[in-house]
């Protein structure tokens, strides 16, 4: 299995006022966080552009680039892209080890009344966690933990479209992982920091 990068063009162009709205809240939200946290951050926790989340995932969802509409956050953080995609019209499931950051998470769609689902757990499949052994002095990605798969009643290959900001330095063990358990045809939305998301699609090697 290959990942195949899917070039998308996204022309700047003003977003629904929910949107807007949301976005607002979830960055003040997660200055709250930060401030409440900042004897004991949370390892590895760092916002997307929440703006070029949403439009990648707007240009997914108006090109039918995905063969469906189930969606999942590979860390989902305070849960604002996960927030995003639910309110595009996907079904949202957000995947978070740290629990204070779901309880952030659950209560934005709560506030927006947003129909999406956080768990508390790993997203890296049961029998994957050799994928996440990469030296590293500050490594974001946690191993162990609960098996959010099991609680959820899915697979990682249930998904149509999987979401990830990986840190710096672990974005092959995400390309890994995904190429490992995603369904074939799946597509991996992943962010870089500053300008830079990706769109790449699981295809069969002799595609
Ligand atoms: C770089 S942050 C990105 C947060 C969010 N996706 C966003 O883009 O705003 C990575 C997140 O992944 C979470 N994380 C790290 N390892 C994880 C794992 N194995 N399972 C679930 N979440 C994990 C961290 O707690 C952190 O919130």
Redesign the pocket.
């Known amino acids: 299995m290959k990942l195949r990068t899917i070039e998308i063009d996204l022309t700047p162009e003003p977003l629904p006022d929910a949107a807007v709205g949301l976005i607002k809240e979830a960055s003040d939200r997660v200055d709250v966080f930060m401030e409440a946290h900042k004897d004991s951050p949370?390892?590895?926790?760092?916002?997307?552009d929440?703006t070029l989340?949403y439009a990648a995932l707007l240009h997914v969802r108006r090109t039918m680039l995905a063969s469906g509409d189930a969606f999942c956050?590979?860390?989902?953080?305070?849960g604002?892209?996960t927030c995003l995609a639910g309110m595009l019209g996907y079904d949202a499931i957000g995947?978070?080890?740290?629990p204070d950051?779901v309880d952030v998470a659950e209560g934005l769609a709560d506030d927006f009344d947003i129909s999406a689902q956080f768990v508390c757990?790993?997203?890296?499949p049961t029998g994957g966690e050799h994928f996440?052994d990469v030296p590293q002095e500050a490594a974001?990605?946690?191993?162990g933990?609960l098996d959010?798969y099991e609680q959820l009643g899915l697979d990682a290959d249930d998904f149509d479209v999987i979401?990830?900001?990986?840190?710096p330095g672990e974005e092959q063990v995400i390309f890994d992982l995904f190429k490992r358990y995603a369904a074939v045809g799946a597509l991996l939305v992943t962010?870089h920091g500053i300008d830079d998301i990706r769109v790449q699609r699981k295809v069969s090697s002799h595609k």
């Open positions: 949370v390892a590895g926790f760092v916002p997307s929440f989340a956050e590979w860390g989902s953080g305070i604002a892209v995947i978070e080890f740290d950051l757990g790993s997203f890296v996440t974001w990605l946690m191993s933990g959010a979401y990830a900001y990986p840190w962010y």
